[in-house]
């Protein structure tokens, strides 16, 4: 896709890594973090390169990248203890996935199934808890489905609204999840009761889609706005800087 910004209209991968971009718009100058997969990778470096110019990021192991252009180009050392200190300290936006998630946002990424039994084994919890009671956290799902999103996931890794604000003072004051990035759609916490509402959906899909594809009842609004497409400049950071060998196709299904 190298050289066709111009000509070619953006694939919804390329949505997609905008609208995980637009996660950090405004954070200023916090650690992004992405451990969801290569779009949401992307979109941090893409924001860091366009509205959030403020942003740190990593190269995913121990040192500050430089400029997303060149992931080569260092500008410090991070090593995982200063690495957590940041996190708990809130000076981080993670972007995470997700086996599960329901509607007040509390995620499953350890099994499927009976606790004791599981049909399947995932990742276990991981820094799940810790991430969502200490700073702000988004979520990246490249498969919207009835089977990601749960009336009720099978094990709390990530913490949601609900859980949160039962917990008392300790696990909400901190407490934030900002956005759920899907192939489908925007989804975000902006209602009353902290349900999950349906922000926007992405070019060419409808509201009919994303509600077939989620397994709880989804706050929608009376007016859905479509996720804005990649500016000119977007495109091109994407195509011919960040990912040049379209690596964020094989995450997205066309």
Do not use: K
Not at 75 to 103: I, N, S
């Amino acid at each position: 896709m190298t050289g066709t910004t111009g000509t070619t209209a953006p694939t919804r991968a390329e949505v997609c890594v905008v609208a995980c971009a637009e996660a950090w718009r405004g954070d200023g100058e916090v650690l992004a973090a992405a451990a969801g997969g290569v779009v949401p990778t992307l979109g941090a470096r893409l924001a860091r390169l366009t509205f959030s110019p403020h942003l740190l990021l990593t190269d995913g192991e121990a040192m500050l990248l430089s400029t997303p252009e060149d992931p080569g180009r260092f500008e410090g050392w991070l090593p995982y203890r200063r690495h957590l200190a940041l996190a708990a300290r809130g000076r981080r936006h993670m972007m995470m996935g997700a086996a599960q998630l329901d509607r007040y946002g509390n995620q499953n990424i350890s099994c499927i199934g009976d606790h004791d039994r599981p049909a399947r084994q995932l990742l276990g919890a991981r820094g799940a808890p810790s991430n969502t009671v200490n700073h702000p956290v988004s979520y990246w799902v490249p498969r919207h489905s009835v089977r990601v999103f749960v009336e009720r996931v099978d094990m709390v890794s990530g913490v949601g609204y609900d859980r949160a604000a039962a917990s008392g003072p300790g696990a909400a004051r901190f407490h934030g999840l900002r956005r759920v990035v899907t192939d489908l759609a925007v989804l975000d916490f902006a209602t009353g009761d902290r349900r999950m509402r349906l922000a926007s959906v992405h070019p060419g899909v409808d509201v009919v889609q994303v509600r077939e594809r989620t397994g709880f009842d989804l706050a929608v609004p009376d007016e859905v706005p479509v996720t804005r497409r990649p500016t000119r400049r977007e495109l091109r950071l994407l195509r011919e800087v960040l990912d040049p060998h379209g690596a964020r196709e094989q995450e997205v299904r066309a």
